[in-house]
C-alpha cells in the first residue's frame, strides 16, 4: 500500500480548488460556445467527474461543494431541457446536450446523435 488516503488518491495531487477552477473554466467556455470538437468536449468533461469523485469520497470542503453546485446549476441551464444522449448510467454532466455551441461540437453531436444544437462562434 501506498500509506494514502482515499482522498488523496481521488485527488492525485490537485487542490479542489483547482479542480473546481478547471469546471469554472469549462463552464465558462461553454457558455461562450465550446469552440473545440465532441472529443475534446468528453475530455474536459473529466474534470466533473473528478469532482464526482471527490464529492463521494468527502474531500471537497463545504464552500467548495457550494461552488460546484453553483457551477453544475449554471452548465444544467446551457443543457436542452428533456435531451439526453448516452447510457442511462453515465452521469447527467455526460448525457446532457448544449442548447447551443462551436461550430465543431454542434456537427459533432448531429452526427453522432442526432441531436440538433444552435451554432455560435
Not at 461553454?30 to 471527490?54: I, K, M, Q, S, T
Not at 465543431?104 to 462562434?121: D, M, T, Y
Amino acid at each position: 500500500m501506498s500509506g494514502m488516503e482515499p482522498k488523496d488518491e481521488v485527488l492525485d495531487g490537485d487542490a479542489p480548488e483547482d479542480l473546481v477552477r478547471e469546471w469554472r473554466e469549462f463552464v465558462d467556455e461553454c457558455a461562450g460556445g465550446y469552440p473545440f470538437n465532441l472529443y475534446d468536449y468528453h475530455a474536459d468533461l473529466a474534470v466533473r467527474d473528478r469532482l464526482e469523485a471527490c464529492l463521494q469520497a468527502g474531500c471537497l470542503p463545504g464552500a467548495v461543494m457550494q461552488d460546484v453546485e453553483a457551477l453544475d446549476a449554471r452548465f444544467r441551464a446551457m443543457l436542452q431541457p428533456g435531451v439526453q444522449v448516452g447510457p442511462e448510467a453515465d452521469p447527467w454532466w455526460h448525457r446532457g446536450v448544449p442548447v447551443y455551441a462551436g461550430s465543431e461540437l454542434a456537427e459533432g453531436i448531429q452526427e453522432w446523435f442526432s441531436a440538433p444544437v444552435e451554432v455560435r462562434n
